[in-house]
């Protein structure tokens, strides 16, 4: 076969060449066009999902906090008295404490869903603007003076003389979803509540939870500014009525017919190791063996008076002492329904003498 192109000759093609030609048109018609690449199925992309999410819930810390069960000591080892008689300790007196953790998105999901843990926005809980290392060191002082008002308590149930005085109640920190956000600032000091002086942060906190939560409290502050805060029942480790604000007392002074020194505890902070301290301190001034022998847990705040109040997470610190092996654990009346069914025997009392008494009968 001739092929010309434009009446000019361009190739012989012989029939063997044509029969080769149309053979590979035919084999290329019967060819099948290869797949198209395919995609990630379905399943890979749920799987990449799940992993994204599973990071994002672990990276993620939203903003609230676990309030869950912490440490427990024995706290009469902490305590050396001079200057009086003493008796030594047959028991253990438990300090009992919280652990408060920022947890992770699926940190605070799982906490959420367990019966021994609490979870509560940050903002009722944590000062705002407030580092760890500086609450850590405000909630110490707050510690410290609450052995002082321990030891200042069982003087008095011992029938000893005790002075306190004060000269006010200074503002150390304040909650940002508290009635006092926005009105009080630390540094502040308060004078009088409802026109009645306050020396020490024990009368303060007296004064605010002797009424019933959202009372309209008239606050009089260092240097003639006044206020009105309402207060109100405060959440987790806060506890109790409150206005919410971190207190210190100014100037604060104890005088006890005795010297007392105790360990350093620096990990503990807050006032609720009071009621513990006031118990082991009594049990070491008086002949009565309260302790006979038994490991006996407590929390509250105490004052030099005698009195117990609130402290919050106490469901969680009777959880710390059920596991620490507490033969009974004592609270702030207002807190015993929070502190039952979880496997110790709990009361409530509202006075150190109450306490004692509770531990006498066994004693004796």
């Given at each position: 076969?001739?092929?010309?192109?434009?009446?000019?000759?361009?190739?012989?093609?012989?029939?063997?060449?044509?029969?080769?030609?149309?053979?590979?048109?035919?084999?290329?018609?019967?060819?099948?066009?290869?797949?198209?690449?395919?995609?990630?199925?379905?399943?890979?992309?749920?799987?990449?999902?799940?992993?994204?999410?599973?990071?994002?819930?672990?990276?993620?810390?939203?903003?609230?906090?676990?309030?869950?069960?912490?440490?427990?000591?024995?706290?009469?080892?902490?305590?050396?008295?001079?200057?009086?008689?003493?008796?030594?300790?047959?028991?253990?007196?438990?300090l009992t404490s919280v652990r408060l953790e920022r947890a992770s998105g699926l940190g605070t999901l799982l906490a959420a869903l367990r019966t021994d843990r609490d979870v509560v926005p940050?903002?009722?809980?944590?000062?705002?603007?407030?580092?760890?290392?500086?609450?850590?060191?405000?909630?110490?002082?707050?510690?410290?003076?609450?052995?002082?008002?321990?030891?200042?308590?069982?003087?008095?149930?011992?029938?000893?003389?005790?002075?306190?005085?004060?000269?006010?109640?200074?503002?150390?920190?304040?909650?940002?979803?508290?009635?006092?956000?926005?009105?009080?600032?630390?540094?502040?000091?308060?004078?009088?509540?409802?026109?009645?002086?306050?020396?020490?942060?024990?009368?303060?906190?007296?004064?605010?939870?002797?009424?019933?939560?959202?009372?309209?409290?008239?606050?009089?502050?260092?240097?003639?500014?006044?206020?009105?805060?309402?207060?109100?029942?405060?959440?987790?480790?806060?506890?109790?009525?409150?206005?919410?604000?971190?207190?210190?007392?100014?100037?604060?002074?104890?005088?006890?017919?005795?010297?007392?020194?105790?360990?350093?505890?620096?990990?503990?902070?807050?006032?609720?190791?009071?009621?513990?301290?006031?118990?082991?301190?009594?049990?070491?001034?008086?002949?009565?063996?309260?302790?006979?022998?038994?490991?006996?847990?407590?929390?509250?705040?105490?004052?030099?008076?005698?009195?117990?109040?609130?402290?919050?997470?106490?469901?969680?610190?009777?959880?710390?002492?059920?596991?620490?092996?507490?033969?009974?654990?004592?609270?702030?009346?207002?807190?015993?329904?929070?502190?039952?069914?979880?496997?110790?025997?709990?009361?409530?009392?509202?006075?150190?003498?109450?306490?004692?008494?509770?531990?006498?009968?066994?004693?004796?």
């Amino acid at each position: 076969m001739v092929t010309t192109e434009d009446g000019r000759l361009v190739g012989v093609l012989s029939g063997a060449d044509v029969t080769h030609a149309l053979e590979i048109e035919r084999l290329r018609g019967e060819r099948q066009p290869e797949p198209a690449a395919r995609g990630p199925g379905l399943l890979v992309w749920a799987v990449v999902a799940v992993i994204l999410l599973g990071a994002g819930a672990a990276l993620y810390h939203p903003p609230y906090v676990v309030i869950a069960p912490g440490e427990t000591a024995d706290i009469g080892r902490d305590i050396t008295v001079s200057g009086t008689a003493t008796t030594p300790l047959t028991g253990r007196y438990l300090l009992t404490s919280v652990r408060l953790e920022r947890a992770s998105g699926l940190g605070t999901l799982l906490a959420a869903l367990r019966t021994d843990r609490d979870v509560v926005p940050v903002g009722r809980v944590l000062p705002k603007g407030v580092g760890p290392r500086e609450y850590a060191e405000s909630q110490q002082k707050v510690f410290q003076e609450s052995r002082r008002l321990a030891a200042a308590a069982a003087a008095r149930a011992a029938g000893l003389p005790v002075r306190v005085s004060g000269s006010g109640v200074r503002v150390v920190e304040v909650l940002p979803d508290s009635p006092a956000a926005g009105v009080l600032r630390p540094g502040d000091v308060i004078v009088t509540v409802d026109g009645q002086p306050v020396d020490d942060a024990g009368e303060l906190r007296d004064l605010v939870q002797a009424r019933p939560a959202s009372s309209r409290l008239r606050l009089e502050l260092e240097g003639g500014r006044r206020v009105t805060v309402p207060s109100a029942r405060l959440p987790g480790v806060s506890g109790g009525v409150g206005i919410g604000v971190a207190v210190e007392s100014r100037d604060l002074r104890i005088d006890l017919p005795f010297q007392v020194r105790f360990a350093e505890r620096p990990d503990i902070g807050g006032p609720s190791a009071g009621l513990a301290y006031a118990l082991a301190v009594t049990d070491l001034l008086e002949r009565q063996d309260y302790a006979s022998g038994r490991t006996i847990a407590a929390t509250g705040t105490i004052q030099a008076d005698g009195d117990v109040g609130e402290v919050g997470g106490v469901e969680q610190k009777a959880v710390a002492a059920r596991r620490a092996g507490a033969q009974l654990f004592l609270v702030a009346r207002e807190e015993l329904q929070e502190a039952r069914d979880v496997g110790v025997a709990v009361q409530g009392v509202d006075r150190l003498e109450q306490a004692l008494r509770l531990l006498a009968p066994a004693a004796a």
